[in-house]
């Protein structure tokens, strides 16, 4: 069968990790183009690159799901919205997602996030020189997840010492190797922490809001969604901007633009955003099958694979809205 699959679709059967891992947007385009389903033995799976498939697979749980014992996230921290489909899947997701509307971000954490970067760029300026994804892209994400999960009493390195036990594990369990042993102990202290947050104020904490009117969340789901939106909220958060100051600092013309007017700022997130998604793929199974994943590449949902040089920002394609294309898609803080 294997043979068959290399034969039917050379393209994906050339492809390599090295490629998808450096600069996948040419190989993606070429996918998009020729093989939009496409067997990768790379990957050993089923890759989707085009628009109207990645959707297809991505909103048939009938067909596809996420609920795989497979899932390595799922073994560390439990089921959670990234381990469930359909019905399952919006009881345990909307609780947290409803807060995250841009407006409701931009009035609870504009403040906090706009004085945790000036006291980031103090410290900056202080010491003359930063690596910026370790002194602002990483603090940053760090302290605002914290608070959003209302863990202000935590110290926020010892929240990031978690957080990284947990993905260490994920990672080896998806390695095909054991769990980390330290993970288990990291996320019993999460759920220590994330525990004492229930008897809060809603209005204080996505962790509060979420543990009194969760949809019948029980205190075992809600704490498994917060360690899913801790290391979510930290990883995507910190590569997204990292992501938008390279843009940035690589193209002049296009700072010099934005250092003209900085309404532009908003906008050029939002295409920084679209450019280079912090999370290339999202992953489901074929049910009733024992078949390797089925992947939809985040580059389907962009009708360029790629803007380079110094049309990475362009005037024309900044967007008017801000931070989200729609008013009802999840905020980034």
Known sequence: MTDERIATFPVGAAATIAELERDPHPLLALLREREPVSWLPALNGWLVTRRDLALEVMRDPDAF???????????????????????EHARHRDPFARPFRLEAVQARFAGFVSAEVDRLLDEIERMGEAELRRSLAGPLAVA???RALGLDDEDTGAVLGWYDSIVASVTAITAGLPAEPAAAAAFERLRKSVERAFGHDPDTSLVAAAATDGDGLSGGEVVSNAAVLLFGGIETTEGMIANAILHVLTNPEQRELIERDPALVAAAVEESLRLEPQRRWSTATPRGTSSSAVSTSASANSSRSRLRGRT?????????????SRATTPACM
């Open 65 to 87: 799901t996420v609920d795989d014992p497979r899932f390595s996230t799922a073994q560390v921290v439990g089921a959670s919205m990234l381990s469930l489909d359909g019905v």
């Open 144 to 146: 605002a997840m914290v």
């Open 312 to 324: 990475a920002i362009r005037p024309s394609s900044l967007h008017p809205t801000g931070l989200t």
